[in-house]
């Protein structure tokens, strides 16, 4: 059996180093938990012939997460594993539709590949529907013990392994930010998937820290790119003093919308990605792939 382990992400130091050192170690972590997935592939790979396959499995679009698509390459070389040299990448890319991603994960077994890299929860899903003797390496999971892709983190069990983000347990803390930034906060427009995996921990969380700050919540259920626009006049409509943003592969495929609709309607937004402060948003708190300390998280400001 190939070895698996589980390796999650702390909360880390607030600090201003740029992204592509932030991926190049996200990067680093998922090339070793493949590193270890692969145990059995490489061994067998020594025999004639016989070039290991990884399966790259993603909600998004190649160009959404074109940095840290190389990220991941780079980690891969430093691990000493090339593609096209001694390893294949067959790479999968759902586009913005999930509902693509089980025949995705479908094919990616029936091309018989030694590892599944998913990179976020719904392909994380698919993945593990399609096998349960391919390793899974997901790059990021809001809570995989709630979420039941594991047993417990020292000890996963299965065939799945990687990053936690944590995204559940520091939601509530951004809306504590938006709070700090906007003192008068009173209502927030909470926008959401609620068919994105971990949705129900993020917003169990923030509705937790709604309570103790005196904010009322608007959750808009988004499903789609078309549902954003009127999302945000549904916010502007109900007079909400804000805009909170939570972990959905429909916002990450779709940041420069949301951008330049918080700022036409004059609302501060608060992300949970670092890519949306570079497309000209407010602010971001979230995970810091940079670091493995027990610090706070990572908090991008528009300088």
Not at 11 to 38: P, T, Y
Not at 89 to 96: N, T, V, Y
Not at 212 to 217: D, S
Request: charge should be positive; proline fraction near 6%.
């Amino acid at each position: 059996m190939k070895k698996t382990f589980w390796i999650r992400v702390f909360h880390s130091k607030s600090d201003n180093r740029k992204a592509k050192i932030q991926n190049r170690k996200w990067a680093g972590m998922v090339a070793l938990a493949i590193a270890f997935a692969m145990c059995g592939a490489v061994a067998e790979a020594q025999q004639p012939k016989r070039v290991p396959r990884i399966g790259y499995l993603s909600t998004d679009s190649p160009s959404t997460i074109a940095e840290r698509i190389e990220a991941f390459r780079q980690g891969l070389r430093e691990h000493g594993h090339v593609e096209g040299k001694n390893i294949i990448i067959e790479w999968r890319f759902a586009k913005g539709k999930s509902d693509r991603l089980p025949d995705l994960a479908t094919e990616l077994v029936r091309l018989d590949v030694d590892v599944i890299v998913t990179s976020g929860p719904a392909a994380t899903r698919a993945a593990k529907k399609a096998t349960v003797t391919i390793p899974i390496v997901t790059a990021q999971d809001p809570d995989p013990v709630a979420s039941g892709l594991v047993v417990r983190l020292e000890r996963p069990g299965g065939n799945i392994t990687g990053l936690s983000t944590l995204a559940a347990e520091i939601s509530g803390k951004r809306l504590e930010l938006l709070k700090e930034i906007v003192p008068a906060l009173s209502r927030v427009a909470l926008l959401a998937s609620s068919t994105t995996p971990g949705n129900a921990q993020q917003l169990s969380e923030t509705e937790l820290a709604a309570r103790t700050l005196g904010v009322q919540l608007q959750y808009l259920d988004v499903l789609s790119p078309k549902s954003i626009e009127p999302a945000y006049r549904a916010a502007a409509k109900a007079r909400a003093d804000g805009v909170l943003v939570l972990q959905s592969p429909v916002f990450i495929n779709e940041r420069r919308q949301l951008v330049d609709l918080a700022v036409k309607s004059r609302l501060p937004a608060i992300y949970d990605r670092r890519e949306f402060i570079d497309d000209g948003g407010l602010i971001c708190y979230g995970t810091n792939f940079a670091d493995l300390s027990a610090e706070p998280p990572l908090t991008w400001t528009k300088s």
